[in-house]
């Protein structure tokens, strides 16, 4: 059964603290994406990739890094945390180059609080 | 940049009610993806629309292309469709898979 995994599920962070979040699909898609949603923005995309060793800026990428070391595995590294980045973030996998134009499919988000 | 943007923000039924739910788009799009999350949940596919009118269920998805609209009707709505929808447009280029998402609709059906 398609899946993407996403963990910690639940994360507290200190300022200026270096946070990393984990995702894991089983669907072999190429395309995986990090978004994250607060009040009144819907989902904003923050890093995607095309497959493993691709990264590329989604449409606000600043004090976000992306990691892609397969095509299974999608990190978002904070490194330096701040209180701003107090969000849910949720990572999805395929897409429109994935599997006839079906939509990407979601992971179950994980909430972060920096402190 | 691209823009969607969702009406009402927030609307409440009683079960047995019609929902319309809009969606704007400020560029042309290759396609409109409506989705739906549950209150601290992870999103659902509903329907993948680029053009034209789509059903599925009590859903129906129309797309306006050309006037960068979209809509989502909800026939007999049930309480258990209470939650957020979001509608998000595509760009299919060189660019991939990008979705550019909405404010979303919170959606409240009451007995």
């Known amino acids: 059964e398609a899946a993407v995994t996403q963990s910690p599920r639940n994360k507290v962070a200190v300022t200026g603290g270096k946070v990393t979040l984990s995702c894991n699909q089983t669907n072999n898609h190429n395309n995986m994406y990090w978004y994250r949603q607060d009040t009144g923005h819907g989902l904003r995309l923050i890093h995607y990739?095309?497959?493993?060793?691709?990264?590329e800026k989604g449409d606000i990428p600043d004090g976000y890094k992306a990691s892609r070391p397969s095509q299974e595995n999608f990190s978002l590294i904070l490194e330096l945390a701040t209180p701003s980045q107090t969000s849910v973030y949720f990572c999805?996998?395929?897409?429109?180059?994935?599997?006839?134009?079906?939509?990407?499919?979601f992971g179950e988000g994980t909430r972060l609080s920096v402190l | 940049g691209q823009q969607v943007q969702q009406s009402p923000a927030s609307l409440v039924l009683q079960e047995g009610e019609n929902a319309e739910l809009q969606c704007n788009f400020s560029?042309?799009?290759?396609?409109l993806q409506w989705f739906y999350q549950r209150p601290g949940g992870s999103l659902v596919s509903l329907l993948s629309?680029?053009?034209g009118t789509k059903h599925t269920g009590r859903l129906t998805s129309t797309t306006v292309t050309k006037e960068r609209r979209g809509s989502l009707h909800i026939s007999s709505s049930q309480i258990t469709d209470s939650g957020t929808y979001l509608c998000a447009m595509g760009m299919n280029n060189n660019a991939g898979a990008k979705l550019t998402f909405g404010g979303g609709t919170r959606l409240t059906v009451r007995p």
């Open positions: 629309n680029p053009s």
């Open positions: 999805a996998s395929g897409g429109i180059q994935d599997y006839n134009n079906q939509a990407p499919l």
């Open positions: 990739s095309y497959g493993a060793g691709s990264t």
């Open positions: 560029s042309t799009a290759t396609r």
